[in-house]
C-alpha cells in the first residue's frame, strides 16, 4: 500500500532567520520547535528519508509551518520565492519520495496570487497552504480572493493550516497559566484548532464556494472540530442567505485530513460527514512523529476494505492533484 502524506513540515533558516529579525514576524510559535523539532523542520534530506521509511511513509507533501510568511508584509514576496525554490529543489533530489505546497506571501494579493501560479505552472506543486487570517483580516477578506480564483482556475487545493489565535483572543480565552501552559492550549491543545475551523466556517458563510464552487480546501486534524459540531453548524441554513445547505459545502468543497491523530473513531466520523472518498493520510511531521512503523500499522489495521484504505492512504490525494 503506498502511503502519501500531506501535511508535514519544513522550516527553511532563512524563513526562520525572517520570523527572528523582522518585527511582528514571530507570533509566538517560533517557541513549538525547539531542539529536534528544529532540527527535523530544517531536513530535507537523509533524515528526513530515514524517519519516512520508519514510519512506513512513501512520499511526503512538504510545506511551511505555522505561522509561514502571513506576518512579514512586502518581505514575504521575494522570501516565498526562494521557499519555493527551495521545495521544488528538494522535490526535484527525490522525485518518487517528496512534493510540495507553495508557501505564499499572503499579505500582499496580488502577489500571492501570482507566486500561486509561478509555483504550480513552473515548480510543479500540488497546491498551496494557507495560514487563515493576516492580521485581523479572516479568510473571508477581500484580500485573499486573488488566491481563491487563482487556485480554483488552476484546480489546486488550498490547505488552511491553524495558525494562532489574536492576542486579545490568547488573553481572553487562553492565558492565566504561565508562559508554557498558556502557549501550548492556545495553539496544538486547543486555540489553533477552533482557529481554523472558525476560518473555513467563514469561508462559506462569506460566500467563497459560492464564488468559486470548484475550490477545493483542505482542513488538518479531522477538520479542526467543524465535523463535530456539523449537526449545530447546520442551523446556519435559518439565517445564512448562501446558495446552497451548509452541508453542502462539507460534502462539495472539504476535504480531511488525519494529521497524526491516528484515531479510527475520528475517522470513522469523517467518512459519515464527507465521504470515503474526501478523507486524507497526513502525520504532521515532526510535530506528531512517532517511531515503530506507526503510519503504516493505523493504516493496515483499521476495519476499512481494500478500496476504501487505498483511498485513504493515496488515491484521494492522487485524484485531487492529478498525481
Known sequence: MRIIAIEEHVLPDEVKRAWNTIPGADDGTLGLNPGMIGERLADLGEQRLALMDETGVDVQVLSLTTPGLNNLGHHGIDLSRRANDLLAEAVAANPSRFQFMAALPSA??????????????ELGCKGAVLFGRVGDKNLDDVIFEPTFACAAELGVPLLVHPQIPQT??????????????????STFALGWHFEAGIQFIRMVLGGVFDRYPNLQVILGHWGELVLFYLERLVMLDRVSKLQRPFIDYIRSNLYLTASGMFSPAYLRQAIDAVGADRILFSTDYPYQYRPGGDARRFIEDLDLGAGDKAQFAHANWERLTGS
Do not use: C, K, M
Open 168 to 185: 486579545s483572543v490568547r488573553d481572553a480565552y487562553y492565558g492565566g497559566f504561565g508562559t508554557p501552559i498558556d502557549l501550548a492550549l
Open 108 to 121: 500582499e494579493p496580488e502577489a500571492a496570487a501570482r507566486e500561486l501560479r509561478r509555483s504550480v505552472e
